[in-house]
Each structure stands twice: as structure tokens, then as C-alpha cells.
């Protein structure tokens, strides 16, 4: 893979047009300078005092954050959110994106889901993430938004290139790809094989079918039997567990290594497409989200498998350099990554 080949491939983002169907939670970061720390006259306890506010779209709203910085000509949410002030603070960040939310449902009936990380900032301006809050729905979505959100696919499929599934929610009925959501996309995918179907999925990847699936090495065995833990799995069960995967999805299967780059898998061979050395400081959050867009408008401007693998790592390789927060790429940044790289990709 050459630098005039990666431009190529760049240069098609701006006509992409992609789905985004999934999780869409919001990411609520409160910044608390911990030199302002009181103590509640009340409780004793330290009242940590909050000194700035970084909303911002998370999980399915992280891939579209991706999509949009890297140009990607249109790009649609497909999903349900809350009628609350989360879900109000979730749709300002990606209007101001320029994510169509056209499909978008909106409820009162369900919260908007939201992670809220208190990030503790010390007299040097360095900060650290406290223990964690979230908001998530521990109720199956009502079948009217599990409806709207079929529908909204269906509808969306004439205008796109690509589709990417982000299913967040680990609890299996309890998300927007929830058992029906997820057949339907599916069946479209076997209908519609020349739009790009790509799943990524915390706990569930093994129930897709027709469609590219891009879990982790830990993510690919647990969905075919796997009992033991992630730190016992080797190299070689990244190729294992993805053959099998690619065997049973009847799709390609990309398995990330993080580091240790990407394992792609089409069902009849496999490559491995190395990652990108990064330096510390770096912050995996996000990660497999800035790869996913990455791979995705690679794919749908013409690259191969194992092309859109290289373009994904680039990608990512930029955004675990924000500290503390869902980082993006652009497409400049993208470039500039690979001619630094070049040499590791020679022979894709």
C-alpha cells in the first residue's frame, strides 16, 4: 500500500454517505479542580466542585463524531433517545457535527443513556477519571421505538453505502439492537449486498449474520464457546476464533489486537495488518469506534479488506493520543500517519 494510494482512498470520504444504527448515549464529562474541593457540612464528605462541563455523543455518537471529522459526506443517526435534558444536551452534539437526525426517535417513555465521568483535575491542570455514573434503560424499549427504528432503516437504506450497527448495551434485550433490530439487519444485509454492512458489538457479535463483524480477540472467542479469561488468549486465537466467526457469519471478520494491529478473515483466507507503535500517553477510549469509521469509508470508497484494516489503524492510531476524552481523526492527520508508517504496510 503506497501514500498515493491511501490519498486515493481519502479523497473519496466527501462522497460517502453512512447509517449510523444503534446505542446513541451521551458522554458527560465534569471537570472538578480539586484545589476548590469543600467538605458538606452536612455529610463530612468531600463536595468536589465542577469548574467546566464536556458534553459530547458517545458509543454510536463516538462513531458518528468519527465519520464526520474524517469528511464523510452524509452521515445519519438511526436510534432513540429520551425527551430529557441529556437527550437535548446528546442531539446539540450532533447537530452541531452535522449528523442528519432525521431517524433519530425521541421518547419520554426511556432514558437517554449517558455515561457521566467526573475527571479530577490536581494543581498541574492533569486530570483522572473517577468512578463512573451511568444512566441506562433496564426495561426492553417499548415496540412502538423498536418500530420506529426498523423503519427508519428501512427507509435510510436507498440514501447510503454503508450501515454501521453499534450495539453498545451488553444486556441482550435491553439496547436499540435488540433481537428484532438485529434480525432485520440481517436480512437487509443479505438483500442489499452492495451496501456495506458493519457490526460491532460488546457482547452479542456472534449473533449477526450477512454482515461484518469487527470484535476484539477477547469479544470473537467468548462468542464461540470461549470460558476462559482475555489475558490467556494468544496471537493465534485471534486467527482460530476469527475463522470461525467468518465461517458462520458467511462475511468477513476484522478481529482487532489492539497494538498488535488487525487479524482480517473473508472465509477462505486470513491477514494480519499490523498496528501502529504510539508512544504513552495514550487513551483507548474509543478506539474501536475511530477504527470502525476508519474501515468503513475506506470500504466504501473502493479499498480492499485489508486496505480499510491499515486506513482503520491509522485512524485510531490518532484519536488514543487525546487524553481524556473520545478523540477523532482527520483526514489530513490520517495521511500524514501512514507516510510516517509506510514501510509496515508494504505488502498489503
Given at each position: 500500500?503506497?501514500?498515493?494510494?491511501?490519498?486515493?482512498?481519502?479523497?473519496?470520504?466527501p462522497e460517502v454517505a453512512v447509517a449510523v444504527v444503534?446505542?446513541?448515549?451521551?458522554?458527560?464529562?465534569?471537570?472538578?479542580?480539586?484545589?476548590?474541593?469543600?467538605?458538606?457540612?452536612?455529610?463530612?464528605?468531600?463536595?468536589?466542585?465542577?469548574?467546566?462541563?464536556?458534553?459530547?455523543?458517545?458509543?454510536?455518537?463516538?462513531?458518528?463524531?468519527?465519520?464526520?471529522?474524517?469528511?464523510?459526506?452524509?452521515?445519519?443517526?438511526?436510534?432513540?433517545?429520551?425527551?430529557?435534558?441529556?437527550?437535548?444536551?446528546?442531539?446539540?452534539?450532533?447537530?452541531?457535527?452535522?449528523?442528519?437526525?432525521?431517524?433519530?426517535?425521541?421518547?419520554?417513555?426511556?432514558?437517554?443513556?449517558?455515561?457521566?465521568?467526573?475527571?479530577?483535575?490536581?494543581?498541574?491542570?492533569?486530570?483522572?477519571?473517577?468512578?463512573?455514573?451511568?444512566?441506562?434503560?433496564?426495561?426492553?424499549?417499548?415496540?412502538?421505538?423498536?418500530?420506529?427504528?426498523?423503519?427508519?432503516?428501512?427507509?435510510?437504506?436507498?440514501?447510503?453505502?454503508?450501515?454501521?450497527?453499534?450495539?453498545?448495551?451488553?444486556?441482550?434485550?435491553?439496547?436499540?439492537?435488540?433481537?428484532?433490530?438485529?434480525?432485520?439487519?440481517?436480512?437487509?444485509?443479505?438483500?442489499?449486498?452492495?451496501?456495506?454492512?458493519?457490526?460491532?458489538?460488546?457482547?452479542?457479535?456472534?449473533?449477526?449474520?450477512?454482515?461484518?463483524?469487527?470484535?476484539?480477540?477477547?469479544?470473537?472467542?467468548?462468542?464461540?464457546?470461549?470460558?476462559?479469561?482475555?489475558?490467556?488468549?494468544?496471537?493465534?486465537?485471534?486467527?482460530?476464533?476469527?475463522?470461525?466467526?467468518?465461517?458462520?457469519?458467511?462475511?468477513?471478520?476484522?478481529?482487532?489486537?489492539?497494538?498488535?494491529?488487525?487479524?482480517?478473515?473473508?472465509?477462505?483466507?486470513?491477514?494480519?495488518?499490523?498496528?501502529?507503535?504510539?508512544?504513552?500517553?495514550?487513551?483507548?477510549?474509543?478506539?474501536?469506534?475511530?477504527?470502525?469509521?476508519?474501515?468503513?469509508?475506506?470500504?466504501?470508497?473502493?479499498?480492499?479488506?485489508?486496505?480499510?484494516?491499515?486506513?482503520?489503524?491509522?485512524?485510531?492510531?490518532?484519536?488514543?493520543?487525546?487524553?481524556?476524552?473520545?478523540?477523532?481523526?482527520?483526514?489530513?492527520?490520517?495521511?500524514?500517519?501512514?507516510?510516517?508508517?509506510?514501510?509496515?504496510?508494504?505488502?498489503?
Amino acid at each position: 500500500m503506497t501514500v498515493e494510494r491511501v490519498q486515493e482512498l481519502l479523497a473519496r470520504f466527501p462522497e460517502v454517505a453512512v447509517a449510523v444504527v444503534g446505542d446513541f448515549f451521551l458522554d458527560k464529562y465534569f471537570i472538578l479542580d480539586a484545589t476548590l474541593t469543600e467538605v458538606s457540612l452536612e455529610t463530612g464528605l468531600d463536595a468536589y466542585q465542577v469548574v467546566a462541563k464536556r458534553p459530547s455523543p458517545g458509543a454510536a455518537g463516538t462513531v458518528t463524531n468519527n465519520l464526520t471529522a474524517l469528511e464523510t459526506g452524509r452521515v445519519y443517526a438511526v436510534g432513540v433517545v429520551g425527551d430529557d435534558g441529556e437527550g437535548y444536551e446528546l442531539r446539540q452534539g450532533l447537530a452541531a457535527t452535522g449528523v442528519d437526525m432525521t431517524y433519530l426517535a425521541q421518547s419520554p417513555d426511556i432514558f437517554t443513556p449517558t455515561y457521566i465521568k467526573p475527571m479530577l483535575r490536581d494543581e498541574t491542570g492533569r486530570e483522572r477519571e473517577l468512578n463512573r455514573l451511568d444512566i441506562k434503560n433496564r426495561r426492553p424499549m417499548p415496540r412502538a421505538l423498536e418500530e420506529a427504528v426498523i423503519n427508519g432503516l428501512r427507509d435510510v437504506l436507498g440514501r447510503v453505502g454503508a450501515v454501521i450497527v453499534a450495539d453498545q448495551v451488553a444486556e441482550r434485550e435491553l439496547g436499540v439492537v435488540n433481537d428484532r433490530v438485529r434480525d432485520e439487519v440481517c436480512t437487509l444485509a443479505r438483500e442489499n449486498p452492495a451496501v456495506v454492512f458493519f457490526a460491532d458489538s460488546r457482547a452479542n457479535i456472534g449473533l449477526f449474520c450477512h454482515v461484518i463483524v469487527k470484535p476484539n480477540k477477547f469479544e470473537a472467542a467468548r462468542a464461540c464457546g470461549y470460558e476462559g479469561t482475555e489475558e490467556t488468549l494468544t496471537a493465534e486465537d485471534a486467527y482460530r476464533y476469527g475463522e470461525e466467526l467468518a465461517r458462520r457469519n458467511q462475511a468477513p471478520v476484522y478481529v482487532t489486537a489492539g497494538a498488535e494491529g488487525i487479524v482480517v478473515l473473508d472465509g477462505q483466507s486470513a491477514t494480519h495488518v499490523p498496528g501502529i507503535p504510539v508512544p504513552p500517553p495514550i487513551d483507548i477510549v474509543g478506539a474501536g469506534d475511530s477504527t470502525t469509521a476508519g474501515i468503513v469509508c475506506a470500504l466504501c470508497s473502493g479499498a480492499t479488506l485489508q486496505e480499510a484494516a491499515v486506513l482503520g489503524n491509522c485512524v485510531a492510531s490518532v484519536t488514543i493520543q487525546q487524553i481524556g476524552t473520545t478523540g477523532t481523526a482527520s483526514r489530513e492527520q490520517v495521511a500524514t500517519r501512514f507516510a510516517e508508517h509506510s514501510q509496515r504496510f508494504a505488502g498489503i
